[in-house]
Structure formats: C-alpha cells, structure tokens
C-alpha cells in the first residue's frame, strides 16, 4: 500500500510529536546517542513554537498510512536574517546540553555555507525535518516527500529549496535529487575547548551538509 502525501495541519501536531519522538529522534544521527537530548529536543518550547510555525505557512508534508504517519517533511520560509538570527540565538543558549551544542554546530553549519550569496536569492524554503517511518523505509518515501515539497515551493513562489543533511542517508536521497552540497563540516571536526569532539554519529554518518536546489 503506497503512503497517501498530503499538507500536514496544525491537528495533526499531536501525532506529529509522537512521531518524532519514537519514530525519528532516536535514528537521527545528531540525537541517537543522547536520549537525553532527544528528552531536551521535545521538551523546548522554543522548539514546539518552531514546529507550529513551520506548519501554519502550509508548506509541510505528512505522508500516512492507514491513517497514521509514516512519514513528514517539515517546511517553512527562510531568509538571510534568520540565518544571522539562528546563529546569534544559539550563542546565547547554555552550553552545557546536548541540545544546545547541537543547535550551535547546525547554526554554525548554516552561516558557513553561505547559501543567499551563492545562490543571490531573497528568501528559500527550508526542510527542516525529514523523517519516515523505519516500517516503509527503502521505498522511496522519502524521495516523494521531498519532490512534493519542491512543488510545494514552486507553487508558492520561492526559488530555492535548501536542507541540511546530517546522514548519509538524506544525503543520498537529496543528490538523486539533482540537489548540490554547497558546505559540508565532519563531526569529528567539531570539538569543544579541550578539544573533545563533541557529537559522535555512529557510522556511516560523518558529517552535515547543506544542499540546495534551484525550483
């Protein structure tokens, strides 16, 4: 049974929360080894109040099955200042969670590639989140998610879609894609004033990039 894609409301946010905490944190590489990270992740209200908003631009995906998801792309609008901003908010956290270090290593990432300048764009929609159930993986659910939200931007004007990979595996799937890597940073290079790396994906995962697409 093919999963049905279709736009994902503000009533699914439930579901939507209880999918992400037992179906995609705790595969996703940066969140894997730290259940308590993941715990921090879901609990940020900073983190919910993101969500939401990502879903009220209608521009996020739900695929489902039998009524239930398997899988989301969760999408919104992203300008040059939400990079400097992103990047100025993740100074300001504590450093001393697994959440925080993340947030800082994924915003650092974002500033480096440099994407509105190479691109010379005013605005891109983002992929914040891909995820898809671990019951229908390596059927391609994945590539539809992400080619529905390239139409989704096309509709809606914006000329460029942009993502941050942080496994091989999205990686792979955004370069079926025709998407390109602008800025790619190894994990094993992030590391803290002692020189301790700080995020350890298990392998294959060895780093994030950002990728991009003109629509």
Known sequence: ??????????????????????????????????????????????????????????????????????????????????????????EQMSTDTILSKVVRFLAEVERQAKVFEHYDVPKAIYLNILGVDSSVRRQGLGRRLVAAVMEVGRSKGFPLLVTTCTSLYSARVMNALGMECLYSKAYA????????????????????????IRL
């Open 1 to 90: 049974m093919s999963a049905i894609i279709r736009e994902l409301k503000l009533e699914d946010f439930e579901e939507l929360k209880t999918f992400l905490r037992d179906r995609y944190l705790i595969d996703e590489p940066l969140w894997q080894p730290h259940p308590d990270g993941q715990l921090q992740n879901m609990a940020d209200p900073k983190k919910e109040e993101y969500r939401r908003n990502l879903i009220s631009q209608g521009t996020s995906l739900v695929a489902l099955e039998d009524g239930h998801i398997v899988g989301v792309a969760l999408a919104g609008a992203l300008y040059p200042s939400d990079v400097e901003e992103h990047g100025v908010e993740s």
């Open 189 to 212: 290079d992030y590391k803290d004033e002692a020189g301790n790396v700080v995020l350890k994906p298990q392998a294959p995962h060895t780093e994030a990039c950002v990728m991009a």
